[in-house]
T-cell receptor, first 113, second 111 residues
Framework: AQSVTQPDIHITVSEGASLELRCNYS??????LFWYVQSPGQGLQLLLK??????LVQGIKGFEAEFKRSQSSFNLRKPSVHWSDAAEYFC???????????FGTGTRLKVLA | EPEVTQTPSHQVTQMGQEVILRCVPI?????FYWYRQILGQKVEFLVS????????KSEIFDDQFSVERPDGSNFTLKIRSTKLEDSAMYFC?????????FGQGTRLTVV
């Protein structure tokens, strides 16, 4: 069965520091991969997506992610974190067929001033 | 830019009551979904709907739940006889193919 693992439940970084959020997936075929951000009580905002092609994808708010097939990973990165980046981040994989999304358990990011 | 619209944004209901959550998907989309997020937890797939029928449903989506596309624009989730544990944020989504667009959610509180 397909699954998404986000090993880090909480991450704390200082403002201006770099950030990497980990995501591993389990899926037999080439997955469609997504990162979403969610502020408390709010909806899901798409940061970036990977369907095919260049394995390094750029997203909004200065985020990027790299698809590594050999590691079944799709880690999210940002070179310099801003206080406004504090939120919960969800990795998701979409499957062919019904295109349903499977979400990871999320990583809550705290940013220290 | 087209968006998925959900109403209401908040709903409070008494245990045992029926609720209907409403969604207006993006007009040319063919696939429709409902997801649930219990407070502090991950987003969980409930059901997908294509060609006027359910194409896939999760274990959560039992007989208590039903979906309908009553007209050409709305997509609804009905929860019969609500329970305390149904309290959650419910997200509607729609897609042409892979990329789904999510609504802002309906926060359901069962008291």
């Amino acid at each position: 069965a397909q699954s998404v693992t986000q090993p880090d439940i909480h991450i704390t970084v200082s403002e201006g520091a770099s950030l990497e959020l980990r995501c591993n997936y389990s899926y037999g075929a080439t997955p469609y991969l997504f990162w979403y951000v969610q502020s408390p009580g709010q909806g899901l905002q798409l940061l970036l997506k990977y369907f095919s092609g260049d394995t390094l994808v750029q997203g909004i708010k200065g985020f990027e992610a790299e698809f590594k097939r050999s590691q079944s990973s799709f880690n999210l990165r940002k070179p310099s974190v801003h206080w406004s980046d504090a939120a919960e981040y969800f990795c998701a994989v979409s499957t062919s067929g019904t295109y349903k999304y499977i979400f990871g358990t999320g990583t809550r990011l705290k940013v220290l001033a | 830019e087209p968006e998925v619209t959900q109403t209401p944004s908040h709903q409070v209901t008494q245990m045992g009551q029926e609720v209907i959550l409403r969604c207006v998907p993006i007009s040319n989309h063919l696939y429709f979904y409902w997801y649930r997020q219990i407070l502090g937890q991950k987003v969980e797939f409930l059901v997908s709907f294509y060609n006027n029928e359910i194409s896939e449903k999760s274990e959560i989506f039992d007989d208590q739940f039903s979906v309908e596309r009553p007209d050409g624009s709305n997509f609804t989730l009905k929860i019969r006889s609500t329970k305390l544990e149904d309290s959650a944020m419910y997200f509607c989504a729609s897609s042409e193919t892979v990329e789904a667009f999510f609504g802002q959610g309906t926060r359901l509180t069962v008291v």
